[in-house]
T-cell receptor, first 112, second 114 residues
Framework: RKEVEQDPGPFNVPEGATVAFNCTYS??????FFWYRQDCRKEPKLLMS???SGNEDGRFTAQLNRASQYISLLIRDSKLSDSATYLC?????????????FGRGTQLTVWP | NAGVTQTPKFRVLKTGQSMTLLCAQD?????MYWYRQDPGMGLRLIHY???????AKGEVPDGYNVSRLKKQNFLLGLESAAPSQTSVYFC?????????????FGSGTQLSVL
């Protein structure tokens, strides 16, 4: 079983829609969770960290469900500029320096 | 402020050739990483470094070597390239361990091995 699994999509939504992605992780001891955004043929960039209590940054909300071992990303009022691939990233344990595990990404296309 | 710079951006090699990818960061970061990204797969860690003069193996280290002689530079070497090493390579750095800190990525190197 992979450390991190994501539905690759694609998700195609109209502007203004709300869309949610989930990501499951296999190691219950996982400590840190992130969402990165990657535009086509570009480098990944940190979108937001995911905290146990959940966190919000403008139109983006990230949540962690430890019992079910998944994290989610909710995008409200989608913009054309949100079109990208969203990468779920997990640190499987606290002791493995540098060993972040990346999901293969969920592709989102927002159409006008 | 350039951030993380990778060179070259594109390269085509023949099987058996060697090459070195250079990564340079100007943010005085301790940690540096090399990842590869293949279609349908997540980024996979090849090697990483927690400081000048140190290196460690990641998830897929076979066929690659690295060096961190200077804090700002992290080199990835392919001694004898194979078609399986065709991929997009990303270098990244972070101030502290990436498990808690933001990763800054370079713009990537597209490598094709024929």
């Amino acid at each position: 079983r992979k450390e991190v699994e994501q539905d690759p999509g694609p998700f195609n939504v109209p502007e203004g829609a709300t869309v949610a992605f989930n990501c499951t992780y296999s190691n219950s001891a996982s400590q840190s969770f992130f969402w990165y955004r990657q535009d086509c043929r570009k480098e990944p960039k940190l979108l937001m960290s995911v905290y146990s209590s959940g966190n919000e940054d403008g139109r983006f909300t990230a949540q962690l469900n430890r019992a079910s071992q998944y994290i989610s990303l909710l995008i409200r009022d989608s913009k054309l500029s949100d079109s990208a691939t969203y990468l779920c990233v997990v640190n499987p344990t606290s002791s493995t320096l540098g060993r972040l595990y990346f999901g293969r990404g969920t592709q989102l296309t927002v159409w006008p | 402020n350039a951030g993380v710079t990778q060179t070259p951006k594109f390269r085509v090699l023949k099987t058996g050739q060697s090459m070195t990818l250079l990564c340079a960061q100007d943010m005085n970061h301790e940690y540096m990483y090399w990842y590869r990204q293949d279609p349908g797969m997540g980024l996979r860690l090849i090697h990483y470094s927690v400081g000048e003069g140190t290196t460690a193996k990641g998830e897929v280290p076979d066929g690659y070597n690295v060096s961190r002689l200077k804090k700002q530079n992290f080199l990835l070497g392919l001694e004898s390239a194979a078609p399986s090493q065709t991929s997009v390579y990303f270098c990244a750095s972070s101030k502290e361990t990436a498990t808690n800190e933001k990763l800054f990525f370079g713009s990537g190197t597209q490598l094709s091995v024929l």
